[in-house]
């Protein structure tokens, strides 16, 4: 019997906006894979080759890294983003990825996706501003970005090693729990993954 669908495992895509080898936001995205509650799975993707986007090259064919990254988004229940913030703001590397995956507009692999953001920085306000900005860029995408909790990771080069790796149990939770509302916000908007690849 196949399952109901509020017992199917969901899928989501990790995508950090850092392409730093110890990325505190690549370590955000690490520990949401270990520690995804029951019922969720979610898989890392890295942005490193997509390129600066260019609608001449859009309008002939996506660079392969860039349709590697739409498929990757079709094919999965919703995003979680882990955003760095750069001058209060999107670091170019996600905003540009996004900009790619935004395309056709109105029809492309983001319309109607769940998505959850956090993000982690060395600041006190742990990419408040830059969830904020994302948050209002996503609008236009037409991605359902869920509205709480916030995971925002301030002084965060206290909180992970040097590596990169989280050892803040506290933020791990943070994590987890982000992961469970966007399993509920996912069921509740109820998109099948099918629809979203078509
Ligand atoms: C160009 C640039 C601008 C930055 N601006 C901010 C900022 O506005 N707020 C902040 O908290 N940290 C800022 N930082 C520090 C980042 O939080 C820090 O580099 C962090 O490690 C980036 O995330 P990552 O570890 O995932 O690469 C900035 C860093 C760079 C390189």
């Known amino acids: 019997m196949a399952p109901r669908r509020s017992d199917r495992p969901l899928t989501f895509l990790g995508i950090a906006g850092s392409l730093r080898r110890a990325s505190y936001n690549r370590g955000l995205i690490r520990a949401a894979v270990e520690l995804a509650p029951p019922g969720t799975r979610v898989i890392p993707f890295d942005l ?8 001449d090259i859009e309008e002939v064919s996506d660079p392969e890294p860039v349709a590697a ?16 913030e750069y001058n209060h703001c999107v670091p170019g590397v996600l905003k540009n990825a996004i900009d790619w995956a935004s395309r056709p507009a109105r029809h492309s692999v983001l319309t109607e996706k769940p ?6 920085s060395t600041g006190r306000s742990g990419t408040a501003r ?15 970005v869920l509205p709480l909790p916030e995971v925002l990771v301030g002084e965060a080069h206290s ?13 791990g939770a943070d994590v987890r729990d982000l992961l469970v509302a966007l399993a509920a916000w996912t069921r509740r908007l109820g998109r099948p993954v099918e629809a979203a690849a078509s």
Request: aromatic share 6%; glycine share 10%.
């Open 48 to 55: 490193d080759g997509i390129p600066l986007y260019n609608a």
């Open 69 to 84: 990254f739409k498929a990757a988004i079709a094919a999965v229940d919703g995003l979680l983003i882990a955003t760095p």
């Open 115 to 120: 998505i959850a953001i956090m993000g982690a």
């Open 130 to 144: 830059a969830q904020a900005h994302l948050r209002d860029g996503l609008t236009y995408t037409r991605g359902l």
């Open 159 to 171: 909180r992970f090693d040097p590596d990169g790796t989280l050892i803040d149990p506290s933020i």
